[in-house]
């Protein structure tokens, strides 16, 4: 959302890129849907793939994670 904004005070592309620490050709891809859509153009969708784990496979690492650390006796 800071790229919006300076986006709406002119500020040049390599200078946005530099700020936020991220390549220039992002920051063109960020500006083009800017001018097709406003800030909200530029909101994060989340990810571009399916999840990893379907809901059966994220419940069992859940209730894994739930259990807590195992603590291990190492005499």
């Not at 992002?26 to 784990?53: F, N, T």
């Not at 994220?58 to 190492?74: I, W």
């Amino acid at each position: 959302m800071q790229a919006a904004q300076w986006f709406g005070e002119g500020r040049p592309n390599a200078w946005i890129a530099a700020e936020l620490r991220v390549g220039l050709r992002q920051v063109e891809k960020w500006r083009q849907a800017w001018r097709r859509g406003g800030a909200e153009a530029l909101r994060s969708r989340g990810p571009h793939r399916r999840p990893r784990l379907d809901d059966a496979a994220f419940a069992r690492l859940e209730a894994e994670l739930n259990r807590g650390h195992v603590t291990q006796d190492h005499r």
